[in-house]
């Protein structure tokens, strides 16, 4: 049972650069998240997607895009890779529908950008 | 407007203390009513919720307590142990889905 799978775990990239994170899931959630987490920060949401097919900005959107390929996978891209966005980036799942609120993580993916 | 407030930032307490840690939110449409623990390192993972048709929740040494007048959660850890000691979130939310923002955290300390 995967859960929650991210990929790569870490990434270092020079300013300028892209690349996307990768997330799926084997849960048959509907919704999926993505998240960064820097020191005294705590989680920031990026962008979410209620389901399949739908994307929505999150509190500190700027900077990315997604894409939810299909039910399980949701990918984060960085189209210009700037010193600020190092963190650590959290994919998470739900069912996101009745009895179904509890949010799953992957591991993280830790991002470096010189 | 999903204002999420969590307090304190940090805490600080001896072991067998009793722990406890706030969350204050907006929106009273909200059903769902979560704590999340996250060890240095590790995702964050669901420690105890609680749904908006009762007051408290008791699981082991963990006690939710929820005000729904004063739109006040609470996470409650009886008898700390050093292996408490982490980063706690809340996360108010609608259980059906949709945006979820979490509380800035509170990184809890248990002393031996």
């Known amino acids: 049972n995967a859960g929650v799978t991210q990929t790569p775990k870490f990434q270092v990239l020079k300013t300028g650069q892209s690349m996307t994170l990768q997330c799926a899931q084997d849960?048959?959630?509907?919704?999926m998240y993505w998240y960064r987490q820097d020191p005294g920060m705590g989680l920031r949401l990026i962008y979410y997607?209620?389901?399949?097919?739908?994307?929505d900005k999150g509190e500190v959107p700027n900077g990315y895009n997604v894409s939810r390929l299909n039910k399980r996978e949701f990918s984060l891209r960085l189209e210009s890779a700037a010193p600020s966005q190092t963190s650590v980036y959290f994919c998470?799942?739900?069912?996101?529908?009745?009895?179904?609120?509890?949010?799953?993580f992957g591991e993280g993916s830790r991002l470096t950008v010189l | 407007q999903q204002q999420v407030k969590q307090s304190p930032q940090s805490l600080i307490v001896q072991k067998g203390g009793i722990s406890i840690i706030n969350c204050a939110y907006e929106?009273?449409?909200?059903?769902?009513f979560p704590w999340y623990q996250q060890f240095p390192g590790k995702g964050p993972a669901l420690l105890i919720a609680?749904?908006?048709?009762?007051s408290e929740k008791k699981e082991g040494r963990f006690t939710i307590s929820f005000n729904k007048s004063a739109k006040q959660f609470s996470l409650h850890i009886m008898d700390s142990q050093p292996g408490d000691s982490a980063t706690y979130f809340c996360?108010?939310?609608?259980?059906?889905?949709?945006?979820?923002?979490f509380g800035q955290g509170t990184e809890l300390s248990v002393k031996p």
């Open positions: 998470a799942s739900r069912f996101g529908s009745l009895g179904g609120g509890e949010l799953f």
């Open positions: 849960m048959n959630h509907n919704s």
């Open positions: 997607s209620a389901s399949e097919g739908t994307t």
């Open positions: 929106n009273t449409a909200f059903d769902y």
């Open positions: 609680i749904r908006p048709d009762v």
């Open positions: 996360a108010p939310s609608y259980n059906q889905g949709g945006k979820l923002i």
